[in-house]
Nanobody, 116 residues
Framework: QEQLVESGGGLVQPGGSLRLSCTASGSISMMGWYRRAPGKERELVATITNDGLTNYAASVRGRFTISGDIYHGTQSMQMNGLRPEDTAVYYC?????????????WGQGTQVTVTS
């Protein structure tokens, strides 16, 4: 079973930057990040496939960049120009398309706080 290890969360001032990283233990087809802000539903932030295709939520496009070697289960997301509304728990996820089924995995979550 895949295990996801997250790092990079923290507290920054508005306009600051953070880099979130996530590593899976095995072969992966797609990875990405979800986030849940206080009082809000979980939302998709960014995804990247093992052939390098990326997708971003409109609210972060142009500020966040996701990259990595997805086939080998490692990715990171650079977050620039952070805003208070980016404050949330960020969850790494990974999807593996095996011969018998689709496997999905979630990280424990890492807190990102943007405040003065």
């Amino acid at each position: 079973q895949e295990q996801l290890v997250e790092s990079g969360g923290g507290l920054v001032q508005p306009g600051g930057s953070l880099r979130l990283s996530c590593t899976a233990s095995g072969s992966i087809s797609m990875m990405g990040w979800y986030r849940r802000a206080p009082g809000k539903e979980r939302e998709l932030v960014a995804t990247i496939t093992n052939d390098g295709l990326t997708n971003y939520a409109a609210s972060v496009r142009g500020r966040f960049t996701i990259s990595g070697d997805i086939y080998h289960g490692t990715q990171s997301m650079q977050m620039n120009g952070l805003r208070p509304e980016d404050t949330a728990v960020y969850y790494c996820y990974a999807k593996h398309l095996a011969w018998d089924r689709v496997y999905e995995y979630w990280g424990q979550g890492t807190q990102v706080t943007v405040t003065s």
